[in-house]
């Protein structure tokens, strides 16, 4: 089945414990992207990779880190959480970043204590 | 930065009543696509709308690209409690590093049986 797999799914954690967060998809998607959702505020992405090497800076990527070693995984680090990193967050993939629609993980609900 | 913005944040309405959101850009977007967030959910990739003054349907739901291509609207006839959820869109903008899809805050619509 054709999916983008995020783990975990939920995560609490303490402030300025590194954490990473996965996302693999099976699509063979060259491109890939990281979303947070906040009340109010729709998806705001966080970084996101147009192939293997390749990462850019979203609209908010202040405290994350990503890596694109393999066409398939595009990990979330976050080095030192903080309580206002406390989001849902949300991987997805495509096959080109100008089209086709993305396909989103299950999500992953942090909470930074 | 560039905003992509959605009218109404709520909409309630009886079961078999009409809803549509809108989608507002002050620039010209590339393409749009739509999405669908269930409650507890992960957005899923709805349509995506390419050319000036495209009209798509999927059965209820009827998807418009205006003619400027700086916004859309999503309407669906006679809703049913299946179409709760917050809908999102997604306009293709571009931007100093090229083109990157921003996605508006969402329409959350109530459907009451």
């Known amino acids: 089945e054709a999916q983008v797999t995020q783990n975990p799914r939920y995560l609490i954690t303490v402030t300025g414990k590194k954490l990473t967060v996965t996302c693999s998809q099976n699509?063979?998607?060259?491109?890939m992207s990281w979303y947070r959702q906040d009340p109010g505020l729709g998806l705001r992405q966080i970084y996101y990779?147009?192939?293997?090497?390749?990462?850019d800076k979203g609209d908010v990527p202040e405290g994350y880190k990503v890596s694109r070693k393999e066409k398939r995984n595009f990990p979330l680090i976050l080095e030192s959480p903080s309580p206002n990193q406390t989001s849902l967050y949300f991987c997805?993939?495509?096959?080109?970043?100008?089209?086709?629609?993305?396909?989103f993980g299950s999500g992953t609900r942090l909470t930074v204590v | 930065g560039q905003q992509v913005m959605q009218i109404p944040q709520y909409q309630h309405v009886q079961e078999g009543e009409d809803f549509t959101t809108y989608c507002n850009s002050s620039?010209?977007?590339?393409?749009i696509q739509w999405y669908k967030q269930r409650p507890g959910g992960h957005p899923v990739f709805l349509i995506q709308?390419?050319?000036?003054?495209e009209v798509k349907k999927q059965k209820r739901l009827t998807f418009q690209f205006g003619e400027a291509k700086k916004n859309s609207s999503l309407h669906i006839t006679a809703t049913q409690t299946t179409d709760v959820g917050t809908y999102f869109c997604?306009?293709?903008?571009?931007?100093?590093?090229?083109?990157?899809?921003?996605f508006g805050p969402g329409t959350r619509l109530s459907v009451l049986p």
């Open positions: 997805a993939s495509s096959l080109s970043h100008a089209g086709g629609g993305y396909t």
């Open positions: 699509m063979n998607h060259e491109y």
């Open positions: 990779s147009m192939n293997v090497e390749v990462t």
């Open positions: 620039t010209t977007l590339s393409n």
């Open positions: 709308l390419v050319k000036s003054g």
């Open positions: 997604a306009g293709l903008l571009e931007d100093n590093y090229g083109q990157n899809f921003v």
